[in-house]
């Protein structure tokens, strides 16, 4: 029987059903509310809210679970490669050897540049920030590529248009770096597979290669594919919102770099770092910096630990943070860095406050001290989680603009403002 909700509007009952995932999680579908009543939901920050059904990542929280289309993703950080997985993201399946090859010959095919776009580097402010000309240069690929915005594309189509974006951006992000520093830009290689060619254009120079070490390419790796999708968050949710009035891809995908770009998201790895330095140069007392976010009259957090979703554990985070131990045993490095957020972890885990609001290290307490051992420093760390989330993105962009029941995103509000009043002229206010 198909299950239903009552709601109760000013004495008259409305029944609603009740949709069912996969996973049997439940939701109560209100999109007739409005149409029986006068009524809206109200859900600030949408905690509550779904925004769409979707088939491309479950996560439970509560019991630590993150699968992308089916598979644990320790499954797929551990065995596949950042092109498979994007594959994976983005059309449903493990792709056969043929369609691999394939599908990474169109990202070595597709990773320069337009010419003219690198004109638009010359002209950016050296200290401008780097998800600021990111987020230009990928909404100017649809000026550069005017082609590949076809109204209806076919499947042929949308795949060229992703590799082609899932190549450039790497491109665009590894010149973005160059430009920072100023130093020339180091084009892509056809020989070289997806990340060290990434590795490569950051850097080599005009007078020395970059030596590829595989530990960082094997770190790096696990680090995108982890950054690869994450359901409904607020970038996702926004490359949604803008694709929902037909938007092409890439102005959608710009958008999402944009809110990607906000602290409260994608910036949470820089702060991190930041914090251990901070420990540092403090002499190391890690119990003062605890007590200081324990105390309820300091707005100060513990950066990296608690996740909105995640309760009991972060799946990712564990990873990451044998990732961030076996690079750096491998390359001989020692970070006092990575000493403090050990001891940090360990007095956590071990605390009463953090135990009872459920407060565990999230994917960002190791990742930014893998990205800073590589090399790459802070202000670029949103910019490798957009390298890393970009399949997320167009899998989520693709799903939405394919399923026929789609519509524009036009969410509603309680207005709280000024009832009606009269225009007062100039000389009677
Ligand atoms: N340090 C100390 N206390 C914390 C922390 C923290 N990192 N996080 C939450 N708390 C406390 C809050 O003060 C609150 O305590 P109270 O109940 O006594 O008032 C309680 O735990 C619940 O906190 P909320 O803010 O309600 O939890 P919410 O789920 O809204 O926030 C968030 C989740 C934003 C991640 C939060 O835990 C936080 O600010 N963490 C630090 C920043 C961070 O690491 N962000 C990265 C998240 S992962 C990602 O986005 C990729």
């Not at 925004?51 to 289309?69: A, H, N, P, Q, V």
């Not at 915005?149 to 076919?154: D, F, R, T, W």
């Not at 490569?200 to 595989?214: A, H, V």
Request: proline share 5%.
């Amino acid at each position: 029987m198909d299950e239903k909700v009552k709601m109760i509007i000013e004495g008259q009952t409305h029944e609603f059903p009740v949709i069912t995932g996969t996973e049997n999680e439940k939701g109560i579908d209100i999109s007739k509310l409005r149409g029986q009543t006068s009524y809206i939901t109200l859900d600030n920050g949408f905690g509550n809210t779904g925004s769409c059904t979707s088939g491309i990542t479950f996560l439970d929280g509560e019991k630590g679970i993150l699968r992308y289309r089916g598979i644990p993703i320790e499954q797929i950080a551990e065995k596949s490669s950042f092109v498979e997985a994007s594959y994976l993201l983005i059309y449903g399946e493990l792709p056969h050897q043929d369609e691999l090859d394939k599908f990474a010959l169109s990202f070595t095919k597709q990773a320069p540049l337009h010419p003219d776009m690198l004109g638009f580097f010359e002209g950016y402010p050296t200290a401008g920030h780097p998800m600021a000309l990111l987020s230009a240069m990928v909404c100017s690929l649809a000026g550069y590529y005017p082609e590949l915005l076809k109204p209806e594309p076919s499947e042929e189509e949308v795949k060229f248009t992703s590799a082609q974006l899932l190549s450039k951006v790497r491109t665009i992000s590894a010149y973005t770096y160059k430009t920072s520093i100023g130093e020339s830009f180091i084009p892509p290689r056809d020989d070289l597979r997806y990340i060290s060619n990434f590795l490569n254009m950051m850097f080599s120079t005009k007078e020395k290669e970059y030596k590829i070490d595989e530990t960082v390419v094997s770190a790096l790796r696990a680090l995108l594919i982890l950054h690869a999708d994450h359901e409904q968050n607020c970038s996702t949710s926004t490359v949604r919102l803008v694709g929902s009035s037909w938007a092409n891809l890439f102005a959608s995908i710009s958008a999402g770099v944009c809110a990607l770009w906000g602290p409260l998201h994608g910036g949470a790895n820089q702060k991190v770092v930041e914090m251990l330095e901070q420990i540092q140069v403090d002499g190391g007392n890690i119990q003062k910096f605890i007590d200081k976010a324990k105390d309820p009259d300091d707005h100060y957090r513990l950066m990296g630990f608690g996740h909105r979703v995640y309760k009991n554990f972060d799946p990712r985070a564990t990873i990451i943070k044998q990732k961030a131990h076996d690079l750096f045993d491998k390359m001989g490095i020692h970070d006092p860095l990575l000493d403090i957020a050990v001891k940090l972890e360990e007095a956590v885990l071990k605390d009463d406050y953090f135990a009872e609001r459920k407060l565990y290290p999230n994917v960002d307490f190791y990742s930014g001290l893998i990205y800073k051992a590589i090399g790459i420093p802070t202000v670029m760390f949103p910019v490798m989680f957009a390298i890393g989330r970009m399949p997320g993105w167009i899998a989520h962009w693709k799903e939405m603009r394919e399923n026929p029941a789609s519509k524009i995103g036009r969410p509603r509000q309680i207005y709280t403002g000024h009832t009606e009043r009269d225009y007062v002229p100039m000389e009677g206010r």
